[in-house]
T-cell receptor, first 116, second 113 residues
Framework: NAGVTQTPKFQVLKTGQSMTLQCAQDMNHEYMSWYRQDPGMGLRLIHY???????DQGEVPNGYNVSRSTTEDFPLRLLSAAPSQTSVYFC???????????????FGSGTRLTVV | AQSVSQHNHHVILSEAASLELGCNYSYGGTVNLFWYVQYPGQHLQLLLK??????LVKGIKGFEAEFIKSKFSFNLRKPSVQWSDTAEYFCAVNTYGNNRLAFGKGNQVVVIP
């Protein structure tokens, strides 16, 4: 049971480039979300999804797109990378939404992104 | 929107000392409360949670937290820390009917052997 798998683990982009961060879970979790972690800022919610075909914005959605075509996958797309998007990105999943997450979230191991 | 405050971002203490990390939230309705831990180079792991019932909850590795509704607080405690408790600790709050989990900014805890 792999849990939540994120790829790549590290990435360097040039300003203006686009890329997709991958997130996949094999636990049949309905709820998935993307966070970015910055020093002194904690984790901030970018986008989340309560099930296939349903996505919504979090606190800091600008510059990012998501889609949820399957239950397993929840990719995060950077449309035109900017240095301000340098961060560590975490994907998390849960069987239900956070209010019913009896076991909390399961987090991926993160993607460290640097935009130069 | 709910917000979560964690104070004393950096904490340095010696082994066997007691640890208490404060967490306050801003929402007045029904809340679910969590503490997560992130060991160096690793992803976040659930330490403990509170949904309802006994306001004193016990988690893994000897940690406990107390929910005080009147103070909007959910402080984390450990009576005697070990070097292996060096990590960053995050408080998180979810409000009933809301699909979002809000995190505090974290407490960086360093335990000196």
């Amino acid at each position: 049971n792999a849990g939540v798998t994120q790829t790549p683990k590290f990435q360097v982009l040039k300003t203006g480039q686009s890329m997709t961060l991958q997130c996949a879970q094999d636990m049949n979790h309905e709820y998935m979300s993307w966070y970015r972690q910055d020093p002194g800022m904690g984790l901030r919610l970018i986008h989340y999804s309560v099930g296939a075909g349903i996505t919504d914005q979090g606190e800091v959605p600008n510059g990012y797109n998501v889609s949820r075509s399957t239950t397993e996958d929840f990719p995060l797309r950077l449309l035109s990378a900017a240095p301000s998007q340098t961060s560590v990105y975490f994907c998390a999943s849960s069987k239900d939404g956070p209010e019913l997450a009896n076991y909390g979230y399961t987090f991926g191991s993160g993607t460290r992104l640097t935009v130069v | 929107a709910q917000s979560v405050s964690q104070h004393n971002h950096h904490v340095i203490l010696s082994e066997a000392a007691s640890l208490e990390l404060g967490c306050n939230y801003s929402y007045g309705g029904t809340v679910n409360l969590f503490w997560y831990v992130q060991y160096p180079g690793q992803h976040l792991q659930l330490l403990l949670k509170y949904f309802s019932g006994d306001p004193l909850v016990k988690g893994i590795k000897g940690f406990e937290a107390e929910f005080i509704k009147s103070k909007f607080s959910f402080n984390l405690r450990k009576p005697s820390v070990q070097w292996s408790d060096t990590a960053e600790y995050f408080c998180a709050v979810n409000t009933y009917g809301n699909n979002r989990l809000a995190f505090g900014k974290g407490n960086q805890v360093v335990v000196i052997p």
